[in-house]
């Protein structure tokens, strides 16, 4: 019933003196019963180890408060059995949703179905119960409390009432009931010769209680604590209040402090000044220990290189290194980003929320799947997840997705099925490259349209849950046997997707169990998936643990105490970063805070947290800060910087800039050695064995170097000339080619190349409404059978009432020919096209000298002959296909070409060679179908009913005028295409405007102008 306290600076060996008394213990009495307590399981592993190797860990057991009072329970006979995380988790929500339908938490009600809201619930609850704060007491306080508050309490208690109907108890009722037990002396713990308790530096008030009651139960109760028992240094703030109570409450045996520590100069001048009241001359130190780097990632990188030297050259094991970071969420991904790359095996100390974890995230997209009505752009993810084996090829999941994208399918099987309907019964046969107007995609028909169909449909049977409300159990089995069928636990292929699934599979077992506690309930398959999900969002995964594997450590600054290491790098020490904004808890304000003893959520002494942080270090420190934002801007330091800062001369302080190029010597990974000795252009000759990355990699920059530079030229832009022998076996003098194919080379040979050698397409979105090419096909299709079929082609009102016949029979069709499905403003869309198409006719019908002879005019194409230019160097042959050719009664000819868009159609165009159609197809009609002479043609803006700028008969240039000025304008555009493909140059060239949307190269070509 002695009480001991030994209070001490860090570093000065109160865990060696702990430990020295366990082995004197051990040597006295070598049965005697020894318990160690500290705050968490990190400390709990550092003690083990280093009880182990002082040879006393024999009999002596290690843990938290939680370990011992469990112990303690089942040493005195009593065992209860302890609710897992899922299971406390359902009956929060259970008592939530009782709650709600009983209409007792309307302020709360709006919160019912947030995952977090449940976590909050269950944080708030514990924290309350590690108090020693039971529903009563809190009822009793939020009596005049806010309804929040008095809702709050209402909720603790019907949880806590379920709880022991269930007769379960939660981890901290394990805790209180052990104290009530202790209290009520119904057992004992007196057998404990010696209870050390090390490495705390604050208590809760209920820790205070409970070692009171163990003060009064074990022989000796050893407490070690930080600080100076006169200390009013800033630093120990922390642990000031702590230290008066326990000098007040246990009347405590003091024992004597060894006040030097065993500190480097340049940590224990920290320890000594920082957050001292008395000012110090700053001192030199060896090496930096302070670093700035441009962000959080530049500061990781250079923590981790920090650390792997330390290993490599200083022999620190990395198991006694550890980085502290004050924002998991920012520096977490950048850590694991950049330790594989140098090949550094990280340890956390804080699980990853399962929903974080890629396999996990892919089976939440599964599962949500019936409920969003197969979503069609998360039903094609599913289907291209490498966790899931669908049996699909995946030319088959690109063409569902085209088949999406022109059906305009965004959810639902009945779309689907609609669209599949359309495309099996069609025969429509895929136009060739004819021209920009009527250049279909290429979608399945007929009896592969059905095989595609069938993997479709047996993939929706698979997904589909059953219709009938199930139990939990139930609706697992159902999930287990889908995750099977489709192979998912078979499937990952790293460790911490092993962990996930391993994790998954755990939460899926203490679901049954759960359900029959609680008992069973058959719910539909929406609710279960709600629950389900929450239950998944709040549950984290452990880090693999790797065996046999060296692990650097990451912990949160909050956990900086207790564990001492060779190396401690510190991250993120500039405003706002570090010490960190503090936030009133809502729930539980800081006046509930106060006057029922829990943690306070202000005020909390950051300082104190950091000064343990610092003096973590036995050998090495590292201190980092990012010193610009994520928006450029300067980036302020912490004032905890600058007080470490203050300490030293400007040796301590190095920041590090990017663009410098890093001494090979320094690099700490392959990637980074290659990275600098492509920088310097030079790799030694010892590294001759990454020569080949190396010359890769030079590659790899001059074409970076040649995408920056304001001059287009090179291999690297375009020029294809080594393999132009190839690009001409291509496009043999024998290729016939179309208007719409030069127009393209024109326009952007980059895009040419593109496009029609590398044969690429732009993914295009799907949208509402027919899409460009499917509307320019059916408008054309309209006037050509309008003007066949009509008895009269120069009586308007023949005209016009063909066409009525022809809209009806083309719109009727439309779906099935174009593979499109409706919108529901496709009755509308019909209106306004037939009224643009009734004006087209009207407008053309009223120059009544020219009369419609010829429609959908071919040449080049089936039997009809080629239009055959002689240019300076070749013949060039062109295909296509004449919209329509009029006759006036002295037998000259026009064209005219149909658009159902309206840019680029002016004169200018033809001029810079952007458009050739035009001439080309007047050039056919008189040359190759010897129809007679052309003497004009336009383009025809079928949505406006209206010509195009681009007249033949008045195109100029060079102040002459003409079709023949119009001829000779397409034959240079043609010379210089012509010569430009067979050179094979293909350099990237914005037209003036800008690029066009649909350019394939439009994601990644380092030219890109935004336009059309
Ligand atoms: S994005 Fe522009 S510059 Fe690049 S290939 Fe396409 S059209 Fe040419």
Known sequence: MAVELLISPPATGKTETSIQRIITLQKNQPFAKIW???????QTVAFRRRLAHAGGILGTQVGRFNDLFKNILEENGIFVPRATYPLTHHLIKGVVDQAVQAGEIPYYEGLQDFPGFIQILRESFTELKRALVGPPRLIEYVQDGTPGQRELALLYQHYQTRLQTLQYADEEDINNLTVRKLQDKSITCQEIELLVVDGFDSFTGAQFAVLQLLANQVKTLLITFPGDCSSKRPAHHRFEKPIQRLLAEFNPTLLPANTKTHLPPAISHIETHLFNNEESAPIPV?????LEARSPADEVREVLRWV???????????????????????????????AEELGVHLRFTLDESLDNSPPITAIINLLS?????????HLINSLRSPYFNFALQPETIDMLEMISRIGQIVEGQDQWQETFARLIDSTEEEHANLDDERNSPK??????????????????????PPAQFLTQAEWIHWLEDLLDQLDFYTRSDNDRD?????????????????????????????????DFFSTLQSKGAHEPFQRNQPELLIARLTEARGVRYKAVAILGLSEGSFPANEQPDPFLDETIRHDLGLEPRLNREQAGLYYQAVTRADQFLL????????????????????????????????????????????????????????RTRKLPRRYDFLLDRWQNLQQVREVLHARRSKEVKGPYEGDLTPVSDAVNQHYSPDAIWSASRLETYSNCPYQFFVSNLLELEARELPKLGLDSRQLGSMLHKILENTYLHADDRNDPASLLATLEKECDQEFANAPTTYGFRPSVLWQIEQEQLRDKLRETITVLAQQTNWTPTHFEAKFGLGSEPPLAIDLQQERIKIRGVIDRIDRNPEGDLRVIDYKSGSSHLAANDLKLGYRLQLPVYALAARDALQLGNVIDGFYWKIQQAEAGSLRLERFSNDDVKGIEVAFKTLLQHLERILAGIRSADFPPQPPQGGCPSYCPAAQWCWRYTPGW
């Open 286 to 290: 060896k090496d930096p220990i302070l």
């Open 369 to 377: 799947l019936p409920l969003k009505k197969f979503n069609t752009h």
């Open 623 to 678: 201190i980092t800060r990012p010193y610009l934002s994520s928006d450029g801007e300067i980036w302020e330091e912490s004032p905890y910087w600058s007080a470490t800062k203050k300490l030293f001369d400007s040796s301590a302080v190095v920041r590090v800039d990017p663009d410098q190029p890093l001494p090979l010597i320094d690099t700490a990974s392959t990637q980074e050695l290659l990275f600098e000795a492509v």
């Open 308 to 338: 792997k030297k330390l290993v490599l050259r200083q022999q620190v094991p990395i198991s006694d290194c550890v980085i502290f970071t004050p924002n998991p969420n920012t520096y977490h991904p950048l850590l694991r980003l950049f």
């Open 443 to 464: 979608l399945p028909r007929g009896q592969s349209a059905s095989q595609i169909k069938l993997q479709l449909d047996a993939i929706f049977q698979l997904l589909t």
């Open 498 to 530: 092993r962990t996930a699934t391993q994790v998954f599979r755990d939460v899926l077992r203490s679901l049954v169990l759960v359900e029959s506690v609680i008992g069973f309930k058959q719910v539909s398959y929406e609710s279960f998936i709600n």
């Open 36 to 42: 160690v307590v500290v705050p968490d399981r990190l």
